[in-house]
Every structure is written in structure tokens, then in C-alpha cells.
Antibody
Framework: QVQLHESGPGLVKPSETLSLTCTVSGGSMNPNYWAWIRQYPGKGLEWIGFFFYVGRSTYNPSLKSRVAILADMSKNQFSLTLNSVTAADTAVYYC???????????WGRGALVTVSS | QSVLTQPPSASGAPGQRVTISCSGSGSNLGSNTINWYQQFPGTAPKLLIFSNNERPSGVPDRFSGSKSGTSASLAISGLQSEDEASYYCASWDDSLNGPVFGGGTKLTVL
């Protein structure tokens, strides 16, 4: 049974960098694709980006200048970095496994990240 | 502002049938399939329906989905108290080149 677990700081100062790691257990990262998705306190969901097992990443155009998603397949982990954060980046960040048809069948429990000084 | 539009709330009595709508545009629902997620407070979304009307293993057949043009709906029959949750629709968007979500519908079982 594949499980995902997000980890990283829960508090980030404005203008600094948000960094989260998603650890995949119970299965391989190949040949799937993996996503970061965030949920604002008001409950809306927003796709951040994908990491594809072939080594390519794609991003939401609204975040593209600030975001990077990388993976360490040897550790079964993929990461999210978001630069120059503001209070508007405060959200619960989820990692998820993507399937053909662009849906997400397995989600992590989520990591609340608050941007505040 | 979410790309897909859902009513913020819905309700029904136990045993009733409830539908939740989701509307989009030609770049998302008009040309791609729809997926639905169920979320309980404090937990992650859970895949409920994929590819318009397919249910993952373990999801009761009381849940069904449909899509027509740029609109879609989730139907829950034989409503149970355990169905009280928020429901989100999602689809691929060709303009964004990524997935988009609805704002969510909070279902109350009366």
C-alpha cells in the first residue's frame, strides 16, 4: 500500500523560502507522476506542479517563477521549494500520486505552512 | 476564485438522493474528464469518482458521476450521515496545462 508523507517547517518568514519533502513508502516512484497541491484556509485547492518519473517537472504558470519540484528517486522522495513567500502562501500543502486521466488517487496527510514574521 | 464552479452548500435527509453540480468551460470540462474528491474536516481529499463515472475500489455504488458538455454532477443516493463532508470537482484545463478544481460543496445531512 503506497503512502505519502509530507515533512518540513510549519512556519516560514515572509520573503524566505518554503521547503517541503514528500516521502513515498510502500512502492516505487516509477512509473507514475507526482504532484504538489495546496489548500487555502478558505478551502480552495490549487495545483502547484508535477514531477514526472522521466525527470521532467511542470508548474502552475501563476507560480512558475518561484517554484521548483525535484526528486531523489534513490530515496523515494520528491520536494517542493517556493521562493519569496508571502502571507498569501499560507496553506495546507499536499503531495499526491497522479494517474492517467489526470486524477490523484493517493494523497499525503498534508502539511500546514504558515507564512508569518 | 476557482476555475470550476460549485454551489457552496447542499443538504439532504438520510435516505434521500442529492446531486452536486460543477460547471466549467470548453478548456476544461468541455474537452476533458471530471474527477470528484471527498474531504472530511482536517483530512486530505480522497478520490471518489474518476474519469467521469468510475469509482475506485471501496467507494460505494451510492456515489455516481456524470458529465455533459461543460457541466457535470455528482449524485449520492441513499444519503447517510457519514456522507457529510465537502466535495470537490476537478478536471484538466488545456489553457492552464494543468488540473483545476471547484471551490467545494459542503454537504449537510439533515
Amino acid at each position: 500500500q503506497v503512502q505519502l508523507h509530507e515533512s518540513g517547517p510549519g512556519l516560514v518568514k515572509p520573503s524566505e523560502t518554503l521547503s517541503l519533502t514528500c516521502t513515498v513508502s510502500g512502492g516505487s516512484m516509477n512509473p507514475n507522476y507526482w504532484a504538489w497541491i495546496r489548500q487555502y484556509p478558505g478551502k480552495g485547492l490549487e495545483w502547484i506542479g508535477f514531477f514526472f518519473y522521466v525527470g521532467r517537472s511542470t508548474y502552475n504558470p501563476s507560480l512558475k517563477s518561484r517554484v521548483a519540484i525535484l526528486a531523489d528517486m534513490s530515496k523515494n522522495q520528491f520536494s517542493l521549494t517556493l521562493n519569496s513567500v508571502t502571507a498569501a502562501d499560507t496553506a495546507v500543502y499536499y503531495c499526491a500520486r497522479g494517474r492517467d486521466g489526470w486524477y490523484f488517487d493517493i494523497w499525503g496527510r498534508g502539511a500546514l505552512v504558515t507564512v508569518s514574521s | 476564485q476557482s476555475v470550476l464552479t460549485q454551489p457552496p452548500s447542499a443538504s439532504g435527509a438520510p435516505g434521500q438522493r442529492v446531486t452536486i453540480s460543477c460547471s466549467g468551460s470548453g478548456s476544461n470540462l468541455g474537452s476533458n474528464t471530471i474527477n470528484w474528491y471527498q474531504q472530511f474536516p482536517g483530512t486530505a481529499p480522497k478520490l471518489l469518482i474518476f474519469s467521469n463515472n468510475e469509482r475506485p475500489s471501496g467507494v460505494p455504488d451510492r456515489f455516481s458521476g456524470s458529465k455533459s458538455g461543460t457541466s457535470a454532477s455528482l449524485a449520492i443516493s441513499g444519503l447517510q450521515s457519514e456522507d457529510e463532508a465537502s466535495y470537490y470537482c476537478a478536471s484538466w484545463d488545456d489553457s492552464l496545462n494543468g488540473p483545476v478544481f471547484g471551490g467545494g460543496t459542503k454537504l449537510t445531512v439533515l
